[in-house]
């Protein structure tokens, strides 16, 4: 490849990832957003609510009572009411976290890359309201995504209804 063909495609990229991240903005603005202080979440959440949705904790597998969950509904973020997944989408995936093969929308949930282990880079899903932290998504799901949501269950709070 010559350099004027190498710079032609580097500022091609660039653009297509300006484009891809207005588009997101505009996704998160879509949903609205949800600011509050610490303080503020505390009065509202659980500390076992806080300290997975607000400092990205992981509760104990198999603790959820959402496991158990059969009922069609949808699943909102327990921060903001936001709905993030839809009782279509959940299956047993036998690791003891209630888990989803796709999000209700794309726009109600943000993916960002997460190192907090030594040895793996996983993929953190977020509520796209208020950045409440969910859970991971991983590749190994069922069709037709091939996507496992796997979501802390303290997370989320199950509405019945059409789901």
């Given amino acids: 490849m010559d350099r004027r063909s190498f710079i032609t495609s580097a500022l091609a990229l660039g653009a297509f990832a300006a484009l891809d991240a207005r588009a997101a903005d505009k996704g998160r603005a879509a949903v609205g957003r949800v600011v509050k202080t610490d303080e503020e979440w505390r009065k509202l959440l659980t500390p076992e609510q806080f300290e997975v949705a607000r400092r990205g904790g992981t509760e104990a597998p198999g603790s959820s009572p959402l496991l158990e969950e059969h009922r069609r509904g949808t699943f909102q973020c327990v921060c903001c ?3 993030v997944f839809s009782s279509k989408a959940k299956y047993d995936s036998h690791t003891g976290w209630p888990s989803f093969w796709q999000p ?3 726009r109600h949930v943000r993916e960002k890359e997460d190192r907090s282990l030594p040895s793996e880079v996983r993929t953190e899903v977020l509520c ?6 969910l859970g991971h998504v991983f590749d190994d799901g069922p069709e037709p995504t091939g996507l496992r949501y796997c979501m802390n269950g303290v997370a989320l709070k199950f509405v019945p209804g059409k789901g």
């Fill in 81 to 83: 009411d936001l709905p």
């Fill in 104 to 106: 209700v929308s794309k």
């Fill in 128 to 133: 796209a309201r208020c950045d409440a932290h």
